[in-house]
Nanobody, 126 residues
């Protein structure tokens, strides 16, 4: 069973930065695309960003493009999400996820991901 643990969420002011980290328990994670999702209070969980197994392809939601950067270190089994110029609307619980085996084209649907972390809270105040 793959375990994913997110960390380094927190409470910041608008315009500040945070760097989220996701650590995987299984080295096989390095062979899969990874994604970040978020869920704000009272809203559905939404796609934020994803990265291919090699790091050569990255995908972003329009709402974070130009502000967030996803990266990965396969030697350390970690995926990071650098979040700059944070806005109050970025407030949410952020989840990392490993893409489902056999999925090669889908990036944004939740059902393209098989394993999820427990989430880390990000709160941005104005």
């Amino acid at each position: 069973q793959v375990q994913l643990v997110e960390s380094w969420g927190g409470a910041v002011q608008a315009g500040d930065s945070l760097r989220l980290s996701c650590a995987a328990s299984d080295r096989t994670v390095s062979r899969y695309a990874m994604g970040w999702f978020r869920q704000a209070p009272g809203k559905e969980r939404e796609f934020v960003s994803a990265i291919s197994w090699s790091g050569g392809t990255t995908v972003y939601a329009d709402s974070v493009k130009g502000r967030f950067t996803i990266s990965r270190d396969n030697a350390k089994n970690t995926v990071s999400l650098q979040m700059n110029s944070l806005k109050p609307e970025d407030t949410a619980v952020y989840y990392c996820a490993r893409r489902r085996a056999g999925m090669t084209q889908e990036w944004t649907p939740e059902n393209a991901y098989a394993y999820w972390g427990q989430g880390t809270q990000v709160t941005v105040s104005s």
